[in-house]
């Protein structure tokens, strides 16, 4: 069975600082991992997936196959980006399928 | 579109009571989650349904939770008895049929349970 690991449930840094939100995941096939924000009193939402190879407000996540990891990064943390943050994988082969979370990282922007 | 809509938004219920969460999914997405999200477990998968056909229900906590989708616009959840256990919030997704697309999520705001 796949598995999604998040292994800060709290990351508080400093406005200005560089972010780095860890995720790894275990799964035998080939899958789709996808980051997902919270803001406070808001929806669920797409942040990034990783087959978009896309910057979002800021943030990009590299899949890296070797240490089975999807970190998400942005290089300056600005006060707008606290919010609770998922990290998800689908399993590979088509159809939509439902994603298994990580248990989220809440992220604090100090000023 | 209103996105996907959730109701009721608070539940407050005493145990043993039957509790009835409900859905409606984006027009055209042939999809629908429930998620529940705990402190202690997060987000958790109980139940999909691919063209109002339950397809993966492994999810579901027991015999206690059911789950329906009698169209294509519309789901319930559905708790009977309701434990305080139950206590969380219920998350409702859908997504767009296979292809482009399908493996994003539109959530609804929830629907946050409280038993006492």
């Known amino acids: 069975a796949q598995r999604v690991t998040q292994p800060e449930k709290l990351l508080s840094v400093f406005k200005g600082a560089p972010v780095e939100l860890k995720c790894n995941y275990s799964y035998s096939g080939s899958p789709e991992l996808f980051w997902y924000v919270q803001y406070s009193r808001q929806r669920l939402q797409l942040l990034l997936r990783?087959?978009s190879r896309e910057s979002i407000k800021g943030f990009t996540a590299d899949l890296n196959k070797g240490e089975t990891s999807f970190h998400l990064k942005k290089p300056f943390a600005q006060e707008e980006d606290s919010a609770m943050y998922y990290c998800a994988l689908r399993r590979s082969g088509g159809g939509a399928d439902g994603l298994t979370f990580g248990k989220g990282t809440h992220l604090i922007i100090q000023p | 579109d209103a996105g996907v809509i959730q109701s009721p938004r608070h539940e407050v219920t005493e145990m043993g009571q039957e509790v009835t969460l409900r859905c409606k999914p984006i027009?055209?997405?042939?999809?629908l989650f429930w998620y529940r999200q705990t402190m202690m477990r997060g987000l958790e998968l109980l139940i999909y349904?691919?063209?109002?056909?339950?397809?993966?229900d492994s999810g579901m906590p027991e015999d206690r939770f059911s789950a329906k989708m009698p169209n294509a616009s519309f789901s319930t959840l559905k708790i009977q008895p309701s434990e305080p256990r139950d206590s969380a919030v219920y998350f409702c997704?859908?997504?767009?049929?296979?292809?482009?697309?399908?493996?994003?999520?539109?959530f609804g705001a929830g629907s946050r349970l409280t038993v006492l």
């Open positions: 027009s055209g997405h042939n999809s």
């Open positions: 997704a859908s997504s767009l049929p296979a292809g482009a697309g399908a493996n994003v999520l539109t």
């Open positions: 990783h087959i």
């Open positions: 349904f691919n063209n109002n056909v339950p397809i993966d």
